[in-house]
C-alpha cells in the first residue's frame, strides 16, 4: 500500500512541560521522512497551560492542528476524536510525555508498508515503577492475550500505526484503547508488533493509579463478549442457564423420589434450597439471554449496521458497493 500522509494523534491531558520537547523531536523525524503528515494534539480538558502551548504552536506550524475538548474524557475518547478527525491514510497515535520515542515511527510505518493494518509498539524495556505498573500490565497482557487470541506482548503501549481504514472503523467506549488490537481483529485485521523505545517520565504526573487494573479486567469481558458473542448472547446466557437449571431440576428430582417413595421430610435439606436457587437462576439467566437477543437485533438495526465487515466485492454494482 501506498503511503502518502500520516497523522500523529496525540491526547494530552496537562503536559505543559511535555508538548514543546515533544513536537520539536517529532518535528524533526516527519521532516525526514519525506510524506506529508499532520501533528494532532487532542486537549482532553487540560487545566494547566497545554491549550496555550498548543495553540502558539498551531499559530506557528500549520501541520499542528488541536482539537480541544471541553472537559476531560479520558484517552480512550481523545483518540477516538483524532482519529475521526486525521485525514493520514496512516494514523499513529502516541502519549504526549515523551514516553514513547518519535524516532520509532519509521519502524511502524514499514511494516505497514508490508501490508500490516496494525502495528503495535512493544515497550521491552519499559521505564516505569514495576509493582504499580509494569507487574500488572504483564498479568494484564498475559490475560488479554489468552482471552482475545490476539497475542501481542504490551497491550498498553499508546505507540500504534493503523492504517486509515481500520482507524475510521473504531466506535470506542469507556477505557477500550487498550484493546484496539482485539476489536480490530474482529473485523478481520492483520496484526503485528515491533519493539520500541521506552523512557521514563520526567516531567509531569502519570495520569493513572493502580485503579485502572479493575477497570482492565472489566474491560476484558466486555471485548471477549464483544468480539464472539455480540451477535448470539443467547449461547453464553443460555449455556450457562441450562446447565444450572439442569442440575437444579437433578436435585430436585431426587429429593421429590425420596420424599414420595420413602417419605423422607425434605422441608429442611440445605439441598432443597440450593436446587430451587440453581433453578431460578437458571431460567433468569436464560430468559436474560433471550431479552439480550432481542436488544442486539434492535441494536444493528437502529445503527443500520451489519454484524459483519465486507473485505472485498467483485462485479457488483457500484449504487450496491456504496450502501453497504
Ligand atoms: N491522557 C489523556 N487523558 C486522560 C489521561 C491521560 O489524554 O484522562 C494522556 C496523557 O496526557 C498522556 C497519555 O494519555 O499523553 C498517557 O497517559 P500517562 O502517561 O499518564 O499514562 P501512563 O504512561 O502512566 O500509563
Ligand atoms: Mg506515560
Redesign the pocket.
Known amino acids: 500500500m501506498e503511503v502518502r500522509k500520516i497523522s500523529i494523534v ?6 505543559e512541560e511535555n508538548i514543546e520537547k515533544l513536537y520539536e523531536e517529532l518535528k524533526e523525524v516527519l521532516e525526514n521522512l519525506k510524506l506529508d503528515y499532520e501533528i494532532i494534539f ?1 486537549n ?1 480538558g487540560s487545566t494547566d497551560r497545554t491549550p496555550q502551548i498548543l495553540d502558539e504552536l498551531a499559530k506557528r506550524d500549520p501541520k499542528v492542528k488541536v482539537v480541544h475538548f471541553r472537559k ?1 474524557y ?2 480512550t475518547a ?1 483518540m477516538y476524536a483524532g482519529f475521526q478527525y486525521a485525514e493520514g491514510d496512516v494514523v499513529i497515535t502516541m ?3 515523551l ?1 514513547n520515542d518519535p524516532h520509532d515511527i519509521p519502524k511502524l510505518l514499514e511494516k505497514i508498508e508490508e501490508g500490516y493494518d496494525i502495528v503495535s509498539g512493544w515497550r521491552k524495556n519499559r521505564q ?1 515503577p514495576f509493582l504499580s ?1 509494569i507487574l500488572p500490565s504483564k498479568i494484564a497482557n498475559w490475560i488479554i492475550s489468552k482471552v482475545t487470541g490476539v497475542h501481542l506482548h504490551d497491550y ?1 503501549c ?1 505507540l500504534k500505526a493503523y492504517r486509515k481504514e481500520v482507524a475510521k472503523n473504531f466506535r470506542l467506549y469507556g477505557d477500550m484503547h487498550r484493546f484496539l488490537p482485539a476489536v480490530a481483529k474482529s473485523f478481520g485485521a492483520k496484526i503485528t508488533e515491533v519493539v520500541v523505545n521506552h523512557r521514563p ?1 520526567l516531567y509531569g504526573k ?3 493509579g493502580i485503579g485502572r487494573t479493575i477497570r482492565v479486567i472489566l474491560d476484558i469481558f466486555l471485548v471477549k463478549f464483544l468480539n464472539d458473542y455480540l451477535n448470539k448472547p443467547l449461547y453464553v446466557f443460555g449455556s450457562v442457564g441450562l446447565t444450572l437449571m439442569g442440575l437444579g431440576f437433578l436435585i430436585m428430582l431426587y429429593l421429590s423420589i425420596e420424599k414420595i417413595f420413602f417419605g423422607a421430610s425434605i422441608g429442611g435439606r440445605p439441598l432443597l434450597i440450593l436446587g430451587v436457587l440453581l433453578f431460578l437462576s437458571g431460567l433468569q439467566l436464560l430468559s436474560t439471554g433471550i431479552v439480550a437477543e432481542v436488544v442486539i437485533r434492535t441494536y444493528y438495526e437502529s445503527k443500520h449496521d451489519v454484524p459483519f465487515k465486507v473485505e472485498r466485492l467483485v462485479n457488483f454494482d457500484q449504487k450496491v458497493e456504496e450502501k453497504i
Do not use: F, H, L, M
Not at 496525540?10 to 503536559?15: F, G, L, Q, T
Open positions: 496525540i491526547p494530552v491531558y496537562n503536559e487532542v482532553d476531560n479520558g484517552q481523545a502519549d504526549g510525555d514516553q516505569d505498573r498498553g499508546t517520565r502519570s495520569k493513572y
